[in-house]
């Protein structure tokens, strides 16, 4: 996720406000106050040229996956999903599943997120939750069987 700068002025800014009217309350004198307020918006700036450097590393990082997770074939239907098992334990698993769980898992796999999901299938979104729930203990049951 990209830094937002203007975001986090404004909660710099909401922050100081509430630190320097306690120190007002409490009797700090103005000029102590305003030292402080300048010592602590380098403080905030040193921090964001840090997070916006960050941020581009982080980016350039994802990218990097996103290329080599591309270079897997994407499964994009069910039968994809079965024609690329190759134990035939969990294939027995995953054809004992009904088509509806199987649908959801393809779309799981391609990125979609669960309320995304609900609408292609039709489905509440709470559904798609327990079909996947229910499948990954099927087969956690068969992977700790092994």
């Known amino acids: 996720m990209a830094y937002n700068k203007t975001k986090e002025e404004w909660k710099w800014k909401q922050w100081k406000e509430r630190e320097e009217q306690k120190l007002r309350e409490l009797g700090m004198d ?7 307020r300048e010592s602590d ?6 921090d964001r040229r840090f997070q916006e450097h960050q941020t581009s590393l ?10 080599s997770e591309a270079t897997e074939p994407e499964i994009r239907s069910v039968e994809e999903l079965l024609n690329s098992i190759n134990d035939e334990k969990l294939l027995h698993i995953l054809l004992e599943a009904d088509r509806e769980t199987l649908q959801i898992v393809v779309l799981k796999m391609m990125g979609y997120a669960p309320k995304e999901i609900a609408v292609c299938v039709g489905s509440p ?9 229910r499948l990954r ?3 956690k049951k068969f992977l700790k069987a092994e």
């Open 30 to 36: 103005e000029a102590s106050i305003q030292a402080l």
């Open 41 to 46: 918006w380098a403080d905030f700036n040193s």
């Open 58 to 67: 982080l980016d350039y990082m994802e990218l990097l996956l996103a290329e």
């Open 125 to 133: 979104e709470q559904t798609v939750y327990t079909k996947l729930r």
């Open 137 to 139: 203990k099927k087969i």
